[in-house]
């Protein structure tokens, strides 16, 4: 295990989130589960108080602090998509039941967890060595909620 991980605090829900974000992200897994052995303020006995997971090889653990989180967005979850399809699939996953729609592919799920949404093809574009390649592609994202792979080749493409 990495000896540095993110921590997420839930108010009660972070077995839920843990197994709902693991069934999501290929290369994922649940682990260790905390469980209080008594009462406490988060909670009553056989609750979960830690929850480890990874989501792509990289450490998180789940807190249930017993009130709800409000997070910011300095700091997010991003996961890297291969294609519009990966892309689509977790942004419906994560913005249902709650989930919110942000801008440039950041959405907060059903928690409030803030998450970029990336396709490979946004890196790859903004780093072609034309700078005007790279700004047309830029301008591009700026219009979007959900990032689309087809959009911003387009833009790319575009003289």
């Not at 260790?32 to 990874?54: D, K, M, Q, S, Y």
């Amino acid at each position: 295990m990495s000896k540095v991980g993110t921590c997420l605090w839930f108010a009660h829900d972070a077995e839920a989130a843990a197994r709902f974000y693991v069934s999501l992200v290929p290369g994922s897994s649940l682990g260790p589960i905390l469980r209080a052995p008594g009462p406490w303020p988060g909670g009553e006995p056989g609750a979960a108080i830690l929850v480890a997971f990874t989501l792509g090889g990289q450490s998180f653990q789940g807190l249930n602090g017993g009130a709800p989180a409000e997070y910011g967005t300095a700091a997010s979850i991003a996961v890297s998509c291969a294609d519009q399809a990966d892309v689509d699939r977790l942004w419906h996953a994560l913005t249902a039941e709650g989930g919110a729609e942000i801008m440039c592919g950041w959405l907060r799920d059903r928690w409030g967890v803030p998450w970029q949404i990336v396709p490979e093809a946004l890196p790859r574009l903004l780093a072609d060595p034309d700078p005007a390649v790279a700004a047309r592609v830029f301008a591009a994202m700026q219009t979007m909620v959900k990032l689309d792979v087809a959009a911003l080749e387009e833009a790319a493409a575009s003289t």
